[in-house]
């Protein structure tokens, strides 16, 4: 998947179900470190007064932001109204918009994140602009993204091959460098633990690709490297 196929990505995030099924099968790293913790961790040490999160999924991380920092204005942004739905019964402030259109200030909010989602947007330069626009002078954009190595071993021996994207570890940090002078990279290699072929194949097809998956019949419980970066800019 290299090109954003837009109604592909409606279609997966109009519930919270094939979300679900990717959360839980993740474990941090071998050294104990989680992706999310540490995108939470650059969050709080940029120490905002307004924090937004575009494409917040079912608000689980904007909720650690709001306890972290219970002095901050923060705003969860998503394109799926059942999304936004989600976060908003967690108590948070929640909108349906576009990336690519923030409904928000110039010089308005201290920090942006963008977590597992840029990968999705059809034209990257123009959301980075926006996210550009809407950060104070000194602001800060914390992003997480997979990169083209992750579950890699898991798809090719299943029928597929490894996801290249648009936003990845692998260009993430070319495309950054086009919007923000300062760009900081942390690579982290968590463990996707599978019980069985079904958890297996449930999280290939959660995605949903066009690959008929056939992922190895025995030798489960299985567990498989994941390829992640956060880079913090400003």
């Known amino acids: 998947m290299s090109m954003v196929d837009r109604d592909a990505v409606r279609a997966q995030y109009r519930t919270e179900e094939h979300l679900a099924v990717r959360t839980t099968v993740w474990h941090p ?11 939470l961790a650059a969050v709080v040490a940029a120490t905002p007064r307004s924090y937004v999160e575009v494409g917040c999924g079912t608000g ?11 002095d901050a204005a923060v705003l969860a942004l998503d394109q799926s109204e059942r999304m936004v739905e989600l976060t908003a019964s967690r108590g948070l402030e929640a909108r349906v918009a576009d990336v690519q259109d923030l409904p928000l200030p110039d010089d308005s909010v201290d920090v942006v994140a963008a977590l597992w989602m840029l990968y999705h947007v059809p034209d990257l330069d123009r959301a980075l602009g926006e996210v550009r626009r809407v950060l104070r002078p000194g602001g800060t954009f914390v ?3 997979n990169g083209d190595a992750h579950l890699a071993a898991l798809r090719t021996e299943a029928g597929g091959g490894p996801l290249v994207t648009t ?3 692998d260009n993430g940090e070319r495309v950054l460098r086009r919007h923000f002078d300062d760009v900081r990279r942390d690579d982290l290699v968590p463990r996707a633990v599978f019980a069985d072929r079904a958890a297996a194949l449930a999280y290939l097809r959660s995605s949903r690709e066009d690959v008929d998956w056939d992922p190895p019949a025995d ?16």
Do not use: H, I, K, N
């Not at 689980?60 to 219970?70: E, I, K, Q, S, T």
């Not at 419980?221 to 970066?229: I, L, M, N």
């Open 29 to 39: 790293t071998a050294d104990g470190r989680d992706p999310a913790t540490e995108a």
């Open 60 to 70: 689980m991380f904007a909720a650690r932001v709001a306890d972290a920092l219970p």
């Open 143 to 145: 992003v997480v993204t």
């Open 167 to 169: 936003f990845s570890s």
């Open 219 to 234: 030798g489960w419980p299985r567990t498989y490297d994941g390829a992640v970066t956060l880079f913090t800019c400003s």
